[in-house]
């Protein structure tokens, strides 16, 4: 059943904080449909619209650190909240990328690296220490650069529908790909029904409900911040650097993802040090309409004792 959208329930002034993180936040509201809490913050120059799910009061909370989201490219942290609202035991935050959603674009374009580091200022200011990591399409690109340049920041790694980028990935059909060079199915939701079934397979495909799931919680950026995540991807691969992430892994992947196609992942998973791969019967988009279940694979393997973790495993 797709839920309704965002709606904006209370202020700090009106709840009290149940996370410290919070606090730190300026304007903060929270999203009734989610629970996610969303405020903005400085980062140097950069201000930052950032979302922030605490544990929920009824959960006993876990016994690791808090998780770490990326978005998808031109994705607004709303399109996340389904799956944190899942993920009700483990304390997480998402933020929205200069020029996504709603916070600002930067003045000029950036690597990878840059976003990293913006990543790792946002945990400083907000008073995160070593934290898992979880990255959807292409951040998971992201995911993978935050894990090789701050390695003891991350305990554990989860990469979702998405790949080694660049020359190493096996792309999906070139008539699809053209259709990711502009953020229009954020802004058009007729376009976005229009190009969904194609563009991320799976439910997708026939379920208009999966489809206003998608268009009920996307809001677009603006056109020059798309470009500058697009740019940022060009030339990049995490392939020389892979046995650099010694993070007990999880790779996720839908088995009908035209973007990614699933040999990405099967790949990934055979060159990572420690991973497990975990396919679904779904496309690109798993996490949003598959939240639940999404939610439950990555609590299992973020809960599991680090002794009991290890070497590659195929669970489809």
Excluded at 14 to 36: C, K, N, Y
Excluded at 60 to 86: H, T
Aim: proline share 8%; hydrophobic share 45%; with cysteine.
């Amino acid at each position: 059943m797709p839920v309704s959208p965002p709606a904006i329930a209370s202020s700090r002034a009106e709840a009290p904080s149940v996370s410290l993180a919070v606090d730190r936040l300026e304007g903060v509201q929270v999203d009734t449909a989610s629970g996610v809490h969303i405020g903005t913050i400085m980062i140097g120059a950069q201000p930052l619209r950032v979302g922030i799910h605490p544990v929920s009061p009824a959960k006993v909370p876990s016994a690791g650190p808090p998780l770490l989201l990326f978005n998808g490219i031109g994705a607004n942290l709303e399109l996340a909240g389904l799956l944190m609202s899942q993920l009700d035991a483990i304390e997480t935050v998402v933020f929205d990328l200069p020029g996504a959603g709603k916070s600002p674009s930067p003045k000029f374009p950036y690597r990878l690296s840059t976003m990293a580091r913006l990543a790792r200022d946002l945990l400083d200011e907000l008073g995160y220490g070593t934290v898992d990591v979880m990255g959807v399409s292409w951040g998971g690109g992201l995911a993978q650069q935050f894990a090789i340049q701050y390695p003891k920041r991350v305990r554990r790694l989860v990469l979702a529908a998405t790949a080694m980028g660049g020359v190493t990935m096996v792309p999906g059909h070139p008539r699809v790909l053209l259709k990711m060079v502009n953020p229009r199915r954020y802004l058009d939701k007729g376009y976005m029904k229009s190009v969904a079934p194609e563009l991320y397979g799976g439910a997708l495909r026939n379920d208009p409900d999966a489809i206003k799931l998608f268009t009920d919680h996307a809001s677009g950026g603006d056109r020059k911040g798309y470009r500058y995540q697009l740019l940022a991807m060009l030339g990049w691969t995490s392939l020389p650097w892979l046995s650099c992430i010694r993070h007990p892994t999880l790779v996720l992947a839908g088995s009908d993802d035209p973007l990614v196609p699933l040999i990405n992942a099967r790949l990934h998973a055979c060159l990572l040090r420690d991973a497990q791969l975990h396919v679904f019967d779904d496309g690109h988009l798993f996490m949003l309409t598959r939240a639940r279940e999404t939610a439950r694979v990555v609590g299992e393997f973020l809960a599991v004792p680090t002794t009991r973790l290890g070497g590659t495993r195929l669970d489809r």
